[in-house]
């Protein structure tokens, strides 16, 4: 049985206070900006002092940055940094958790023997789902009450035919993207997933009691359960929490490559928290065939997410249909710092790093690359979201800092505190064996 040690549960603790009190002075800050409509106008010369007027949403293009309306659409831009910062995050810790039962569930599904040791690792970050879902769904009820404006399409006066501000490109999308429709797709991802682990987590626990091959049946069924509910689901929720954030806008390569930012996440994490439990000593029989092994789908990971970002990058910006190609003109103007570079941690450091593969069984290499990766994947998320919520006036201050430390101490509390209630080797699993003996040939 793995015990949370005192010291690295007042670590999670001391994140969760310092991420909610960093976020709460960045949100201060923030709203006493809106009051003072001479700093946002400075802002916003700022922002366009090069003479460019990128968009970096599609309700941009339409009128100038001279309109008397556009002072009113900035202070919209800046009030929703508080909620874009949690947003993002919450939208990739989901993901990940998420990744990680997919990935569990292949497994399962393809009765794999060499990961069964690391079964209960991906439990413990699955069971992050519903702490992530719950804020997503409460983000989800602020914009539909119009207390966050995260989502231009939720206007209702874009779908009014007799408004002047008609929009007839989101009314022609109103039978899907429309607010109870929405609300109701949420809880269907964050209640449906949630129950899924659960009942697939209940099962292996029953398993290891009973060690009963017909309760081990049931596994691979919901395992096989899962792969549906998250193919369909990482779709549906791509569009709906990012992709939606710029309603003009659509990629078909978008799914593919917000799900491998979530999957490859998943796997870095499932590292870091498997070698952490072998240094503890809890986990001794996992080795550096399982390590390799690992290292194998974080490489392979990485490079799949880079074919979907050059794909979809280079469809479109050489197609160069200004609806389509806008989605990368505000980045490359105000996100320039983050656009490109994010491919380093993301794509050229694994590239560099990881092809050889002996490479892979080296704990600390491996370690720093799965963190390597985190960090890219979590910028790739930030920059899915906040151009099309905040547009050119972003930072990451304190409101995002915040986000981030109060995310990370919560999901170390849950994962941790939930795996300190599991047993860490699932002894009723027929292939426990095969993963005790794994060794991988080359």
């Given at each position: 049985?793995?015990?949370?040690?005192?010291?690295?549960?007042?670590?999670?603790?001391?994140?969760?206070?310092?991420?909610?009190?960093?976020?709460?002075?960045?949100?201060?800050?923030?709203?006493?900006?809106?009051?003072?409509?001479?700093?946002?106008t400075h802002l916003m010369e700022a922002a366009h002092a090069n003479g460019h007027n990128a968009p970096t949403h599609s309700s941009e293009m339409n009128g100038g940055h001279n309109d008397p309306s556009h002072l009113e659409h900035v202070k919209h831009q800046i009030a929703n940094e508080p909620l874009s910062a949690i947003h993002f995050v919450a939208v990739f810790l989901f993901g990940l958790s998420a990744a990680a039962m997919f990935f569990y569930s292949i497994q399962h599904a393809a009765h794999a023997g060499w990961s069964i040791i690391?079964?209960?690792?991906?439990?413990?970050?699955?069971?992050?789902?519903?702490?992530?879902?719950?804020?997503?769904?409460?983000?989800?009820?602020?914009?539909?009450?119009?207390?966050?404006?995260?989502?231009?399409?939720?206007?209702?006066?874009?779908?009014?035919?007799?408004?002047?501000?008609?929009?007839?490109?989101?009314?022609?999308?109103?039978?899907?993207?429309?607010?109870?429709?929405?609300?109701?797709?949420?809880?269907?991802?964050?209640?449906?997933?949630?129950?899924?682990?659960?009942?697939?987590?209940?099962?292996?626990?029953?398993?290891?009691?009973?060690?009963?091959?017909?309760?081990?049946?049931?596994?691979?069924?919901?395992?096989?359960?899962?792969?549906?509910?998250?193919?369909?689901?990482?779709?549906?929720?791509?569009?709906?929490?990012?992709?939606?954030?710029?309603?003009?806008?659509?990629?078909?390569?978008?799914?593919?490559?917000?799900?491998?930012?979530?999957?490859?996440?998943?796997?870095?994490?499932?590292?870091?928290?498997?070698?952490?439990?072998?240094?503890?000593?809890?986990?001794?029989?996992?080795?550096?065939?399982?390590?390799?092994?690992?290292?194998?789908?974080?490489?392979?990971?990485?490079?799949?997410?880079?074919?979907?970002?050059?794909?979809?990058?280079?469809?479109?910006?050489?197609?160069?249909?200004?609806?389509?190609?806008?989605?990368?003109?505000?980045?490359?103007?105000?996100?320039?710092?983050?656009?490109?570079?994010?491919?380093?941690?993301?794509?050229?450091?694994?590239?560099?790093?990881?092809?050889?593969?002996?490479?892979?069984?080296?704990?600390?290499?491996?370690?720093?690359?799965?963190?390597?990766?985190?960090?890219?994947?979590?910028?790739?998320?930030?920059?899915?979201?906040?151009?099309?919520?905040?547009?050119?006036?972003?930072?990451?201050?304190?409101?995002?800092?915040?986000?981030?430390?109060?995310?990370?101490?919560?999901?170390?509390?849950?994962?941790?505190?939930?795996?300190?209630?599991?047993?860490?080797?699932?002894?009723?699993?027929?292939?426990?064996?095969?993963?005790?003996?794994?060794?991988?040939?080359?």
């Open positions: 049985m793995y015990t949370f040690s005192p010291k690295l549960r007042l670590i999670s603790i001391i994140l969760i206070v310092l991420g909610l009190v960093l976020f709460g002075a960045g949100y201060m800050m923030n709203h006493g900006l809106l009051g003072d409509d001479a700093k946002i690391i079964t209960r690792v991906m439990e413990a970050i699955g069971s992050f789902m519903p702490w992530a879902g719950g804020v997503l769904i409460i983000v989800a009820i602020l914009n539909a009450t119009h207390y966050g404006h995260l989502f231009h399409w939720m206007d209702p006066a874009l779908v009014d035919p007799n408004s002047k501000d008609f929009d007839p490109l989101i009314f022609e999308k109103k039978k899907f993207l429309n607010v109870p429709f929405y609300i109701i797709r949420t809880l269907i991802y964050v209640i449906g997933g949630s129950l899924i682990v659960w009942k697939l987590k209940s099962l292996t626990k029953k398993v290891d009691d009973t060690k009963s091959r017909e309760d081990y049946k049931k596994v691979y069924s919901w395992s096989i359960g899962y792969i549906a509910f998250f193919g369909f689901c990482s779709a549906s929720w791509a569009w709906d929490w990012l992709m939606s954030l710029d309603p003009h806008w659509y990629s078909t390569m978008y799914i593919w490559f917000a799900m491998t930012s979530c999957w490859t996440s998943a796997i870095a994490v499932i590292i870091l928290i498997s070698v952490y439990l072998k240094r503890k000593g809890f986990l001794p029989q996992f080795n550096d065939n399982h390590l390799h092994d690992l290292g194998k789908w974080l490489f392979a990971t990485s490079m799949v997410w880079t074919y979907t970002w050059f794909a979809q990058f280079m469809l479109y910006w050489y197609a160069n249909i200004p609806e389509e190609v806008n989605y990368f003109f505000g980045r490359f103007e105000y996100y320039s710092i983050l656009f490109l570079p994010s491919l380093i941690p993301c794509f050229l450091i694994p590239l560099i790093v990881m092809v050889s593969s002996s490479i892979k069984r080296n704990y600390k290499v491996v370690v720093t690359m799965a963190i390597i990766v985190i960090f890219g994947q979590l910028i790739t998320h930030f920059l899915m979201v906040m151009p099309g919520t905040v547009g050119p006036f972003w930072n990451f201050g304190l409101l995002e800092i915040g986000s981030v430390l109060f995310f990370v101490g919560l999901f170390i509390f849950v994962v941790l505190t939930t795996l300190s209630k599991m047993k860490l080797i699932p002894q009723g699993n027929p292939f426990i064996h095969e993963s005790l003996i794994y060794e991988y040939p080359f």
